[in-house]
Nanobody, 123 residues
Framework: QVHLVESGGDSVQAGGSLRLSCASS????????LAWFRQGPGKEREGVAA???????TYSDSVKGRFTISRDNAENTLFLQMNDLQSEDTGMYYC?????????????????WGQGTRVTVSS
């Protein structure tokens, strides 16, 4: 098990930017494939972006071109740069990890989850 802690959530105006971070103090994140998920009000949890152990990335169509996932293994941190935020991006954002190399954004593929950080975008 790896302990994940998200930060960086905030309230912003539409068109604004935020950078989310997810850090581990227990295990080297370099061992894990990582992803960001979000859950909006009244919605199911959905995958936003994923990055495997070797840096290969994938994004949901709704955020492609606006969000960038990255990892800094030296700092043991996962990031999500979010630009041009829209009201539909509002929700709780979670980082997730799975030991080894997986690729994708199915919640069931990940077995380590943070507590989440809230993003609110007002128009």
């Amino acid at each position: 098990q790896v302990h994940l802690v998200e930060s960086g959530g905030d309230s912003v105006q539409a068109g604004g930017s935020l950078r989310l971070s997810c850090a581990s103090s227990t295990n080297p994140l370099s061992w894990y494939s990582l992803a960001w998920f979000r859950q909006g009000p009244g919605k199911e949890r959905e995958g936003v972006a994923a990055i495997d152990r070797y840096g290969e990335t994938t994004y949901s169509d709704s955020v492609k071109g606006r969000f960038t996932i990255s990892r800094d293994n030296a700092e043991n941190t996962l990031f999500l740069q979010m630009n041009d935020l829209q009201s539909e991006d509002t929700g709780m954002y979670y980082c997730a990890a799975r030991f080894g190399r997986i690729f994708g954004m199915r919640p069931d593929d990940y077995n380590n989850w943070g507590q989440g950080t809230r993003v609110t975008v007002s128009s």
